[in-house]
């Protein structure tokens, strides 16, 4: 008798687990599909009148680029700030975003349009002494992420 249970218990855990792993995959499946669309965080390089798409069809050129940042080498009475305008554009509509890093007050470093965050991380090259910089030199270095967080 002993020997016509074990097979029958042996089917049932077996389905019984087999039950609770296709549970787990519906779950993780459809988590997977409520995400497509999103996007969580990208780091992008722009660069001056170069239009730059990024998640989901967002598109980002920089218009404007002002440096006023103290040369290295320099001792100045002010830092100085760099200010970067950067149109944003998603499906016809678009927004002017104005971003800068400096210690004057009205500057901000962070914006957003629709339902993402841009953050200026950084522009370099960083001015020296007795050395130009061209536009089409400039890197703008910029976090885009949802701001749903």
Known sequence: MITNLLPEHCVFLGMKWFGILLLCISIISSCAKDGEGDFSRSNTILRLGEATTVADDYEFRVDSLQDSRCPKGVECI?????????MAAKEGEEQLISLCLGPS????SQDTFRDIRIT???VAPYPQIEQEILAEDYL???TIESAMR
């Open 120 to 122: 200026l991380d950084s």
């Open 78 to 86: 002010w830092a100085g700030q760099v200010e970067v305008q950067i």
């Open 105 to 108: 007050e009205p500057c901000q």
């Open 140 to 142: 703008i270095f910029v």
